[in-house]
């Protein structure tokens, strides 16, 4: 069988360390700068980094409509950190446009400034799939006000850290970082249901 093909969203943030973990989960790897790199694709990854550059990025190379597009048609997405704050329908603190495709509120370095970044090992109550995952978390986003068709995977301390809308999965860690190969393969397994 052919391996599946998955776009990583280039334009800034931690792309590499994706690609590594698609390749450990048995996927190809495809940057994605420009609407026609959609093409052929069989999911798609927003990465970490800075959602303000990423989103500026998205602006200039007019990828908005065409991402929407891709995700619309039941591709599945994944989105980390940065790349989660840009599928959520609502951002607080510093709003950017985002392709609004995740029914939640997104709240931007919500862990503040002192404790930027730290790991933690999943909530018990977790999808099983998910059990003893260690979760890396760096200026990450508090999701809330999640819409009755989305489902936690997991969570750390109580909140939501990774979600499913259908085709569209966000985790406001970074499974990319580690050796953990679940969450991008729950990224192939994933279907618009
Ligand atoms: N704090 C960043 C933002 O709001 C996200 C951090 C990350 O992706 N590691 O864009």
């Known amino acids: 069988m052919q391996a599946p093909k998955v ?3 280039a334009i800034q943030g931690d792309v590499e360390a994706h690609a590594a973990a698609l390749r450990r989960a048995g996927a190809d790897a495809v940057p994605v700068l420009r609407d026609k790199d959609l093409d052929g694709l069989d999911a798609l990854i ?4 800075e959602s303000t550059t990423i989103a500026k990025g998205l602006a200039r190379l007019e990828l908005y ?3 929407r597009g891709f995700i619309a048609a039941g591709h599945p997405v994944l989105g980390t950190c940065a790349g989660a704050i840009l599928l959520a ?4 603190n510093h709003p950017v446009e985002t392709l609004g495709v ?15 970044s730290f790991a933690a090992t999943v909530d018990p ?17 508090r999701l809330s006000e999640l819409g009755p068709g989305v489902e936690v995977l997991m969570r750390v301390d109580g909140e939501p850290v990774l979600v499913r ?3 569209v999965l966000a985790a406001t860690f970074h499974p990319e970082l580690g050796d953990d ?4 393969e729950r990224l192939l397994e994933t279907r618009a249901r």
């Open 102 to 116: 995740l029914d939640c509120t997104a709240a931007r370095n919500a862990y503040g400034t002192q404790v930027d």
């Open 125 to 141: 109550e977790s999808d099983p799939a998910f059990a003893g995952m260690r979760c890396v978390f760096i200026r990450a986003p």
């Open 7 to 9: 776009g990583i969203v």
């Open 89 to 92: 329908r609502r951002v607080l």
């Open 46 to 49: 927003l990465p970490g980094g």
């Open 181 to 184: 190969p679940r969450v991008h």
């Open 65 to 67: 409509e065409p991402l």
């Open 165 to 167: 809308q259908a085709n």
